[in-house]
């Protein structure tokens, strides 16, 4: 059984950088033709994709989020990250870590728990 873990600090302060961890358990990150996803949920709304990174490295971004976010990976200890820069109040919520079954469906077969993440001063 696959199994996903999002870790990083609860509390980031405003302008400052938003970084976690996600940890892969029961699949390696690298096996074709998986991705791997992060999608966040403000208090009270939807969820929202962030970005995703493939089996091979390859990376695409929300467009609305595509100036300051970036994912990249530790293939070495099967992990994958995310880095969201100049962090605001309006990134407040909870953040998964998420498989996708292949880059380009919309298929999420295992998911984090999620982590919640407070942006405030």
């Known amino acids: 059984q696959v199994q996903l873990q999002e870790s990083g600090p609860g509390l980031v302060k405003p302008s400052q950088t938003l970084s976690l961890t996600c940890t892969v358990s029961?699949?390696?990150?690298?096996?074709?033709?998986?991705?791997w996803t992060w999608i966040r949920q403000p208090p009270g709304k939807g969820l929202e994709w962030m970005g995703v990174?493939?089996?091979?490295?390859?990376?695409y971004y929300s467009p609305s989020l595509k100036s300051r976010i970036s994912v990249s990976r530790d293939a070495s200890k099967n992990q994958f990250n995310l880095q969201l820069i100049s962090a605001t109040p309006e990134d407040t919520g909870t953040y998964y870590c998420?498989?996708?079954?292949?880059?380009?469906?919309?298929?999420?077969?295992?998911w984090g728990r999620g982590t919640q993440i407070t942006v405030s001063s």
């Open positions: 998420a498989r996708l079954e292949r880059q380009g469906t919309k298929v999420y077969d295992y």
């Open positions: 029961g699949g390696s990150i690298t096996t074709a033709y998986y991705a």
């Open positions: 990174i493939g089996y091979d490295g390859s990376t």
